[in-house]
């Protein structure tokens, strides 16, 4: 085990301490040219942002019931060829951020943070449609992430370093007492409400006796999670890049997941345009939003048919793969749904209607895949 919180880094120490490790220079921070940035959350995070060269993210863990997650992200950019001895060494994954230095005595990692670098999120508050060039280059680097076990390391080094994993949604018909330690009153509703549905929880059921562990997946790909470089618009493909970040949850599991987490994300933005939409189906719903469902469907067709082409993913395996992504969208809201509660006494409309599409996607996945997410007929 890492060592733990006994020896937590603060803000005004992280400049002493990359001072040791040669990462940035005495003469930088006495003239004031980088500054530290407490942003954490989970772990302790601090960006280290200077006027000119490198900037960086330092990340202790903080242990929690004997797990870091920290160390998990280390594991996962060693497998990766990101966990490099110098900041100029590169990365076989390109899309993952450069880690400079990890430090197993104080379970602290040092990456490169892209200043510039805005959120898929943040592009989409302000671009409407989803830009579906941008979906294209998420689904071919999420391909390649998915084929780098098996052509670049194997499925035991893989599973040695990272374990395998599914998450933690799927356990919601029996959550145990960790879980329900961190539930807010609105999250034990809204697990009642899906004890309660008899479809809902065999079709949950079902998806867990079915979770493959194929493919070593980042487990997090919310759009938060995905960064942008270079050019946005649909011109100057070679200008830009995707980047994923933040792989404390990434582990040897199921590629169905990452697809339908990204697939989710396109439908979430959908339903959280939605004002007061309690009790209502899906197509009862689309005069409502504010941005249409037949805004983020090219998007996502998109995202999948890069998906598909960069793994050469065609006929029946395709269509096979696409139902079961789909399945994992309607799984997808069900987390939604959980984490917009989690910090709420009562349920909220949003978190209802998430969750009643998650179920619904789950019921009928074929047909979800032809309506709500575009592909028309198989």
Not at 27 to 44: I, Q, T
Not at 150 to 155: F, I, L, N, P, S
Not at 302 to 319: P, R
Request: hydrophobic residues 45%.
């Amino acid at each position: 085990m890492v060592a733990s919180a006994r020896q937590v880094i603060s803000e005004a120490e992280v400049f002493a301490y990359l001072l040791d490790r040669g990462l940035v220079t005495r003469s930088a921070v006495v003239s004031g040219e980088v500054r530290v940035v407490d942003v954490s959350r989970r772990n302790r995070n601090f960006r280290v942002v200077g006027s000119g060269g490198l900037s960086l993210l330092v990340k202790q863990g903080l242990i929690r019931d004997g797990f870091s997650s920290i160390e998990r992200e280390a594991r996962a950019y060693r497998l990766l060829g990101a966990l490099a001895p110098s900041a100029r060494a590169g990365s076989v994954f390109p899309y993952a951020p450069r880690a400079l230095a990890y430090d197993t005595n104080r379970d602290v990692l040092i990456l490169e943070f892209l200043v510039a670098a805005p959120t898929v999120r943040r592009v989409h508050l302000t671009r409407r449609p989803p830009s579906r060039a941008v979906a294209r280059l998420v689904g071919a680097a999420l391909a390649r992430l998915h084929r780098y076990v098996g052509t670049e390391v194997t499925h035991s080094s893989a599973e040695s370093l990272l374990g395998c994993g599914e998450p933690g949604v799927l356990s919601l018909l029996r959550p145990g007492l960790t879980l329900f330690r961190d539930f807010s009153s609105a999250c034990v509703d809204l697990v009642r409400l899906v004890q309660g549905n008899i479809d809902l929880g065999e079709n949950l059921t079902r998806l867990q006796q079915d979770w493959r562990t194929d493919a070593m997946i980042h487990h997090d790909l919310r759009f938060d999670n995905v960064l942008l470089t270079g050019a946005i618009g649909d011109s100057a493909v070679h200008r830009r890049h995707v980047t994923f970040v933040d792989w404390e949850t990434a582990a040897l599991g199921d590629a169905g997941w990452d697809i339908g987490t990204v697939i989710g994300e396109y439908l979430g933005e959908w339903l959280s345009s939605i004002p007061g939409a309690y009790g209502q189906s899906p197509e009862q719903l689309l005069h409502l939003a504010t941005r249409p469902l037949d805004s983020v469907q090219p998007a996502i067709v998109a995202f999948w048919s890069s998906y598909c082409k960069k793994l050469n993913l065609e006929g029946a395996t395709a269509v096979e793969q696409l139902i079961r992504a789909t399945r994992f969208s309607g799984l997808k809201l069900i987390q939604s749904a959980m984490e917009q509660v989690q910090r709420q006494a009562r349920l909220s409309i949003p978190a209802v209607t998430l969750l009643q599409t998650g179920a619904n996607i789950l019921s009928r996945p074929e047909q979800a895949a032809e309506v709500l997410l575009g592909f028309g007929r198989f």
